[in-house]
């Protein structure tokens, strides 16, 4: 943690491929030159901004348990980086109250 920012790592592999709302994996998927995500999948018409679908495949690869909705996972994601601002905080105070007592 880094001024009071939890940081969670998620694997890449296939984050701005995969569609959030069939599952397919597709590198056609992405169009890099225009940045657009569209799902190749015959049955899925998902469309949107490649870095969204990126932005929300890492947030759901997060997830506690696959069962966790989404907003649930944003909460506890809230909530331990909460926890660790005022962890790290804790620290600094103890820190300068060290350097006070020498």
Known sequence: MQTGVA?????????????PHCGRVDPASHNFRTGVFHCTAPDCDFERKADWVAAYNM???????????LHDAVRHAAELARRLREKAHEET??????????
């Open 93 to 102: 105070e103890d820190e300068g109250s060290d350097k006070a007592a020498e």
């Open 59 to 69: 947030l759901t690869a997060y997830r506690p348990e696959k069962d966790t909705p």
């Open 7 to 19: 940081v969670i790592e998620v694997p890449a592999a296939y984050i701005s491929t995969s569609c």
